[in-house]
T-cell receptor, first 112, second 115 residues
């Protein structure tokens, strides 16, 4: 069965600083990987997805993620964080039945 | 706005009761997925329907059931409710075709509180 680990429960960065959120996955075949963001009281919004090809994926809101098969990782990055990026971020892997298995999430706090 | 709608937004009920959560997928989407988000279990997949047929089941309790109707909306029925069923229930929809082009879009969720 697939699994996702997000090692950082909570990350705090200053506005304008760079950001990297870690994600490690376990899946037997070529993974379909996703990053979603959840703002308080909101649903999940897709930031980006990886399924094949270029290992560096560009998403919305200036986010990107890099797939590294050798490290089973799919880390999310942003060069300069904005206060509006404060939210909870979830990494997910899609299973063979199209179900998403999510990590436990990383809460991002942005300091002014 | 993802285009997926869920009603009601909030639901407060008592233990032992039964509730129905409703989801309308994005226009053109044939697949509907249900997920539960709770503090202790995180985000968990419950069930997947494609064009009216059940396609996959996850960690869905026997007290829970779902349907997808001919107009493609879906309902999640929760019965004999327990305190531990309090959670945020999300519906997601996707076109339901090839994996390379398919993406799940999530609704705003229904927050269920069982007292």
């Amino acid at each position: 069965a697939q699994s996702v680990t997000q090692p950082d429960i909570h990350i705090t960065v200053s506005e304008g600083a760079s950001l990297e959120l870690r994600c490690n996955y376990s899946y037997g075949a070529t993974p379909y990987l996703f990053w979603y963001v959840q703002s308080p009281g909101q649903g999940l919004q897709l930031l980006l997805k990886y399924f094949s090809g270029d290992t560096l994926v560009q998403g919305i809101k200036g986010f990107e993620a890099e797939f590294k098969r050798s490290q089973s990782s799919f880390n999310l990055r942003k060069p300069s964080v904005h206060w509006s990026d404060a939210a909870e971020y979830f990494c997910a892997v899609e299973g063979s039945a199209r179900q998403l298995t999510f990590g436990s999430g990383t809460q991002l706090t942005v300091l002014p | 706005d993802s285009g997926v709608t869920q009603t009601p937004k909030h639901l407060i009920t008592a233990t032992g009761q039964r509730v129905t959560l409703r989801c309308s997928p994005r226009s053109g989407d044939l697949s509907v997925y249900w997920y539960q988000q709770s503090l202790d279990q995180g985000l968990q997949f419950l069930i997947h329907y494609y064009n009216g047929e059940e396609r996959a089941k996850g960690n869905i309790l026997e007290r829970f059931s779902a349907q997808q109707f001919p107009d493609l909306h879906s309902e999640l029925n929760l019965s004999s409710l327990e305190l531990g069923d309090s959670a945020l229930y999300f519906c997601a929809s996707s076109v339901g075709r090839g994996r390379d082009t398919d993406t799940q879009y999530f609704g705003p969720g229904t927050r269920l509180t069982v007292l």
